[in-house]
């Protein structure tokens, strides 16, 4: 992607595959006010039938969480999450009484995480009728083990790559970089973090798991919070329109030689 282009307004470039991308995790996520029956097993019974021939194994897991206040922070209470996955445990839909969402670690392009998308939304419209959304998001994040981080100062923009250019990334054990931007469209936010983290470690227990190497993340979260009714189409549009947004940021951070190191053709 050329130097003079913004990643954050610029038309999306066509997408180069990557055989061995670095993926390490890919989720979409759609919010929505409350639904207790969500925790009972008869409610979402229909919903399970639905989407059981993409993910036939069903779990139940008790989430809770925090909220920031004046006073600190505050336990939120626990809620059930039903956990929806395939036989080979690299998708899973989750849906809980204030979410669905639908995530990967084996991602092949846009256009069938947006297929898979579709048909999740469309059973949640049609077997939970949230009536709004209070939140939509699609979050890449790309993880890159210590065998390679000798090699990435020049697979990334030097903004992007920081102290891996500067001939001390070798010794830093955590830097990471973390910056909001807004986009075109007033409640649209891009949150992208990048950086070293250490072995055994994460910053988001929920979404990118600890191990035992030190590692290069690049950490891309586009959203939107304004409310809006909840509707399939348009959902999937804006899904598409986030994806894009975070291929454009990622095409920018980095150089033809990470392509090529991943597998592309060029």
Excluded: C
Excluded at 33 to 57: G, N
Excluded at 113 to 141: F, H, S
Excluded at 183 to 196: F, M, V
């Amino acid at each position: 992607m050329s130097a003079t282009l913004n990643p954050l307004t610029s038309p999306a470039p066509s997408e180069v595959p990557l055989p061995r991308a670095p993926l390490a995790r890919v989720i979409a996520q759609v919010r929505f006010p409350l639904i207790a029956s969500v925790e009972s097993q008869e409610f979402i019974a229909p919903f399970q039938e639905a989407i059981r021939r993409d993910y036939p194994v069903l779990r139940q897991e008790r989430a809770g969480g925090i909220v920031l206040g004046p006073m600190g922070a505050a336990p939120l209470p626990e809620s059930r999450v039903w956990r929806f996955s395939d036989s080979s445990k690299h998708w899973r839909a989750s849906l809980a009484p204030d979410f669905v969402a639908l995530e990967t670690t084996s991602y092949t392009s846009r256009g069938d995480m947006l297929d898979r998308l579709g048909r999740l939304l469309r059973a949640t419209e049609a077997n939970v009728n949230p009536q709004l959304v209070d939140r939509v998001g699609v979050r890449y994040i790309d993880r890159i083990a210590e065998a390679n981080l000798d090699r990435l100062g020049a697979m990334l923009r030097p903004e992007v790559a920081g102290l891996l250019s500067a001939g001390i990334g070798h010794s830093a054990l955590h830097s990471l970089s973390e910056n909001i931007f807004t986009l075109p469209g007033e409640s649209r936010r891009l949150l992208a973090r990048w950086g070293l983290i250490p072995e055994n470690a994460t910053y988001d227990a929920n979404a990118l798991e600890a191990i035992p190497q030190k590692s290069w993340i690049l950490d891309l979260d586009v959203f939107d919070d304004e409310s809006r009714p909840f509707d399939t189409t348009a959902l999937l549009e804006l899904a598409q329109s986030f994806a894009e947004t975070s291929y454009k940021f990622f095409r920018w951070a980095v150089t033809d030689e990470f392509l090529r190191e991943y597998g592309a053709s060029i």
